[in-house]
């Protein structure tokens, strides 16, 4: 439940971030945690996700726009973009941390988060990248 915590900060703040440009966004992380009295686990796991999603951007972007066919990430809900982009930084960097669980947790934070639907269209996307991260 702690990383399910976490993943929603990473929402949060990169759904923020999408406002800001790059200079505002690193500042903006040690803005964004100065208010919160969160777990260190909890912080530590989500700074680690934020810095990574938007650091590899440039290769993440690309990577949803070919599984989702005719969907370019900035035409796409806020929400459903940064779930996506957090969750394909999961899929492909983090090797640590199993595709089954990274699906799962971008469905459910979308459910919270979004819609219903957006739940099935994050799934197909994710299982897309996740079967051709495994080949």
């Given at each position: ?79 459903d973009r940064n779930i996506l982009r957090f969750a394909v ?6 090797l640590d941390i199993p595709s089954a669980v990274t699906i ?32």
């Amino acid at each position: 439940m702690k990383r399910r915590k976490a993943r929603e900060y990473v929402l949060q703040y990169l759904f923020q971030a999408d406002f800001l440009d790059k200079k505002q966004r690193k500042n903006g992380l040690e803005q964004f945690w100065s208010d919160k009295k969160e777990d260190p686990e909890v912080a530590e796991f989500a700074t680690d996700l934020i810095k990574g999603t938007l650091a590899r951007l440039d290769e993440i972007d690309p990577e949803i726009e070919k599984a989702a066919e005719h969907w370019a990430p900035d035409r796409m809900a806020a929400v459903d973009r940064n779930i996506l982009r957090f969750a394909v930084y999961e899929l492909i960097f983090r090797l640590d941390i199993p595709s089954a669980v990274t699906i799962n947790e971008a469905i459910e934070i979308a459910k919270k988060y979004s819609t219903l639907e957006s739940a099935s269209f994050i799934n197909g996307i994710l299982d897309k990248i996740a079967r051709k991260v495994k080949k």
